[in-house]
């Protein structure tokens, strides 16, 4: 233990769940909870929608509100839960010395307006001259500012006050990765004394399912569990909207403040299997020797996304060390992108902190965990590119 | 001999190589003849039809392989033409760089081309539905790889041989800053002797114009497009929609000199603060941008007095030339209006995610090479700005220290500390 160890004294989370740890641990703690699904609206696909939402409870000002469209204003709302849950929402002293790193893709267009266009596509050919009419004319200004990557952060610091330092990482879950690694790093070495990191996936528009289907990613036909996916009609995804944040905290801040600790934050390790050359089996190996895992049973939260390439490759890497008892939590909230990893270390540091572990989520595919955890494992091995993983521990 | 440490423990981190490409040429040799002869790379459109379009020139980079391929390949060729060149200048192997990549670069969609292809390829049904059915019947990765976030650091990343999960990231305008400071930081973590920093941008796209265009940042000056970028003018009206790449090669000044590279020039200290008053406009007193300054100062080990010339962010907006002087003559005091403060953006236009990359390398040419670039078209400067912008002709000057400024959209703050010589 030293005074540099990187903690976690604040967790926000929302999902098709509801919001907030309280909820998610009720529900993924009933045995056969069932998940809540969309089938209709974007068929063929299913998805995980968000629950009913009091935007006011975490961006009170309604212009706020106006300048971003669900994906910011799901990641500045999965903020302040974590702010508030860290104590430091509202504290002027804190906030203003806080770092930032969010992990973002870019945010949503205005559908009604690409969906006019592409129409009219269909009769003319000058279509470079048919996209400067519409888009001059049709375009709300401010839109651009809620499509912006680097403005979910943007929208935190002035809804929230966090303003030490921001960065936005980009590039699907390994961002996710890349921002606790880095946030962490940053503690470790006395950089910074407590970080704000985390994202949001905002799948409930169109542009955000052809991001995956460009390649054929997304499950169709019935769901089924993250793990049963293979064979099926599709590429195995099957995504959520859903946003994960925690406030991680050097101990020796956290102490001098009294603030309640989850979990600690152990080895955090990224890496980039090239996959066309079939490096993906041997890198989630490599990763899992460098996580540095305890000796005994070890429960996993894996944020394995159904793609059936990376699924199978995580899944014969867990299932080759028969101490790991794994958790694939896609299976209930559906696959959040940048939010993953993070999503998945805040299950992690829920259990370590209730002492208990998760039912299978999928009793055929997962065995049982009946310890009280004393470390737990975090993984995010990326749809298509980049790989991660973490220890979280008692603290 | 040098120290290998800094003020405050963490290892000096070097240049060793330094790479850029803008709409003035490729490569640090032609840029360099360009900026310091004072010559613009703005120019008009041609790239897509201007028709109805309130801003008609920019500086595109016109000239490249992909520059007429979409936003992704461009801003991939950008980034890799730059990173050839440092890496070169540097004198380490191109396919096995061996330490992290840290990629500033612009966020990603779908370019219209491709969307218009994949809607136009069938009329079976409508509207989103078509698109996500004809996606799915795609055979090839290549649209896809597109609109992945991740996937340019990753050709990057087996292009150059990069160590590890490449980082991309996006600060708006301070982008290319950014990428420097996390391979700083790197460095001086300990967790690798050597990194890759690039900024690059090739997303000026007909629909990026129109979206800057609508809130009012860009010159309509569009008659004489080398005269439209005039920061600190007192007619500027806007920034120049630009592309461009910048790359550094930064190594821990110990592991440089064991292995007897060229020291370009050191990287002293990074400073950052982010802004809670506006999604695009900066806090009236402008205290966040002076506590970049500062910060980066404190990072450094420097006191104001050390510095010996800005090179500014600069965009010739109303809003951000107003707001720089403010923090400068804040920061600096009397001492401002002597000291030479010049911006790059007079003739090459914003950049965007490249331009605190390119900006860095032109600070540490101008170090190397004891010119300052000017700042042009400074025709009419705003009297309410009192800055010895280098105005029109370049100057002959020793500077053995640079401070480099970039501000972005999103309350984004970061300033960079270089210096000529290590301590």
């Known amino acids: 233990m030293s005074s540099h160890d990187v903690v976690i004294t604040g967790i926000g989370l929302v999902s098709s769940l509801g919001e907030g740890p309280d909820a998610h641990w009720q529900k993924l703690t009933q045995p056969g909870f069932q998940p809540v699904l969309e089938t209709e609206r974007f068929a063929p696909y299913t998805i995980h929608p968000l629950p009913e939402i009091d935007w006011n409870l975490q961006i009170a000002k309604r212009g706020d509100q106006r300048q971003m469209e669900t994906w910011q204003r799901l990641g500045t709302y999965a903020a302040g839960l974590a702010l508030d849950d860290a104590g430091i929402k509202g504290n002027d002293e804190l906030s203003t010395t806080m770092d930032m790193v969010v992990a973002a893709g870019g945010g949503e267009r205005d559908e009604a307006v690409d969906a006019a266009i592409l129409a009219a596509s269909e009769s003319r050919n000058d279509r470079d001259v048919l996209l400067n009419e519409k888009l001059t004319t049709e375009l709300r200004p401010t839109l651009f500012l809620a499509q912006l990557s680097n403005l979910l952060a943007g929208n935190i610091s002035i809804v929230h006050k966090v303003t030490g330092s921001s960065r936005t990482f980009m590039g699907e879950e390994g961002a996710g990765v890349s921002a606790v690694e880095t946030a962490a790093a940053r503690i470790r070495s006395g950089q910074s004394t407590h970080v704000l990191v985390g994202g949001a996936f905002q799948t409930e528009h169109s542009d955000m399912l052809l991001g995956y289907e460009l390649a054929g990613y997304l499950h169709r036909g019935p769901w089924k569990p993250v793990w049963q996916r293979q064979g099926s009609e599709g590429g195995g995804v099957v995504t959520g909207s859903g946003g994960a944040f925690l406030v991680l905290e050097q101990r020796e801040h956290a102490e001098s403040r009294g603030r309640r600790i989850y979990a600690e934050l152990g080895p955090i390790v990224s890496g980039r299997a090239r996959r066309r050359l079939g490096e993906l089996d041997s890198e989630i190996v490599a990763l899992l020797k460098q996580a540095g895992l305890p000796a005994g049973e070890l429960l996993t939260i894996s944020g394995a996304s159904g793609a059936h390439a990376a699924t199978t490759a995580e899944k014969a890497a867990l299932d080759a060390n028969p101490a790991l008892a794994v958790r694939g939590f896609s299976t209930l909230t559906g696959h959040m992108k940048e939010a993953q990893f993070p999503f998945a270390v805040a299950l992690a540091a829920m259990a370590i902190d209730r002492k208990a572990g998760y039912p299978a989520f999928d009793a055929s595919a997962e065995k049982p965990f009946d310890e009280a955890p004393k470390a737990v494992l975090a993984t995010a091995i990326g749809y298509h590119q980049f790989e991660g993983m973490g220890l979280i521990k008692a603290a | ?423």
Not at chain 2, 36 to 46: E, F, L, N, R
Not at chain 2, 115 to 140: Q, T
């Open chain 2, 1 to 423: 001999m040098a120290k290998f440490k800094d003020h405050m423990g963490r290892p000096v981190v070097a240049v060793t190589g330094i790479g850029v490409v803008t709409s003035l040429g490729v490569g640090k040799t032609d840029n360099w003849a360009a900026l310091t002869s004072g010559k613009s790379g703005i120019h008009p459109i041609t790239r897509f039809p201007v028709d109805h379009l309130n801003t008609r020139i920019s500086g595109m980079v016109d000239f490249l392989p992909s520059s007429l391929k979409g936003a992704s390949h461009l801003t991939y060729e950008l980034a890799e033409t730059a990173a050839r060149e440092a890496i070169s200048e540097a004198a380490l192997d191109s396919g096995d760089f061996g330490g992290p990549l840290f990629l500033a670069s612009p966020p990603v969609e779908l370019d219209w081309a491709d969307r218009f292809s994949l809607y136009n390829s069938d009329k079976k049904d409508g509207g989103a539905e078509r698109l996500l059915r004809v996606a799915r019947g795609l055979k090839e990765l290549d649209i896809f790889e597109t609109t992945q976030f991740g996937s340019i650091a990753d050709r990057l990343a087996d292009r150059f041989g990069t160590r590890g999960l490449p980082i991309t990231l996006s600060t708006a305008c301070a982008s290319g800053a950014t990428a420097i400071q996390l391979g700083v930081e790197a460095i001086r973590r300990g967790e690798c002797d050597k990194a890759l920093s690039i900024g690059a941008d090739g997303s000026a796209t007909a629909e990026a114009l129109i979206r800057f265009s609508l809130l009012s940042a860009l010159s309509t000056h569009n008659d004489i497009p080398e005269k439209a970028s005039k920061p600190f003018s007192k007619d500027r009206d806007g920034f120049v929609l630009a592309e461009g790449s910048g790359a550094l090669v930064l190594e821990s000044l110990e592991a440089a000199l064991a292995r007897g590279a060229t020291i370009l020039g050191i990287m002293s200290g990074c400073g950052e603060k982010a802004d809670d008053f506006h999604r695009t406009r900066s806090k009236p007193d402008a205290s966040p941008a002076i506590a970049a300054v500062r910060a980066a100062l404190v990072d450094a080990g420097m006191s104001e007095d050390e510095i010996e010339y800005v090179n500014a962010h600069g965009t010739s907006t109303p809003e951000n030339d107003k707001m720089e002087h403010l923090s400068l003559s804040t920061v600096f005091g009397e001492r401002i209006s002597s000291m030479p403060v010049s911006s790059n953006k007079s003739m090459i236009g914003h950049t965007l995610s490249a331009a605190g990359a390119v900006e860095a390398a032109f600070s540490l040419m101008t170090m190397r090479e004891s010119v300052i670039p000017p700042t042009i078209n400074y025709d009419n400067p705003d009297p309410a700005i009192v800055l010895d912008v280098v105005p029109n002709k370049k100057r002959n000057a020793e500077v053995g220290t640079v401070l480099s400024n970039s501000f972005g959209f999103g309350g984004q703050n970061t300033c960079l500390v270089m210096a000529r010589e290590p301590v």
